[in-house]
């Protein structure tokens, strides 16, 4: 993830909002994401059940309003 010109920081949320998906590392934790700046995020999908599962990250700008990334992952038969 690459901040390139939200002023100040931006905030990333841990939570997905599934438990199919989960964050196992996150380096935009420390302080936020300021301007020009990169980190990284690993989400592993874990499905347990056949379809289409459906989970988001929050993006938590110091200013401005939030943004949503959705991720979406199918476990066919």
């Known amino acids: 993830m690459t901040n390139f010109g939200v002023p100040g920081s931006v905030t ?4 997905t ?12 934790t420390a302080g ?3 301007e020009g700046t990169s980190c990284d995020i ?3 999908y874990a499905p347990v059940q056949q379809g289409t599962q459906t989970a988001y990250l929050k993006l ?14 199918t476990l066919v038969p």
């Open 12 to 15: 990333v949320a841990t939570e």
């Open 17 to 28: 909002g599934a438990t199919t998906f989960t964050v196992i590392d996150n380096s935009c």
């Open 32 to 34: 936020g994401l300021i």
């Open 42 to 44: 690993t989400v592993r």
């Open 60 to 73: 938590i700008p110091s200013v401005g309003p939030e943004q949503i990334i959705v991720m979406t992952g």
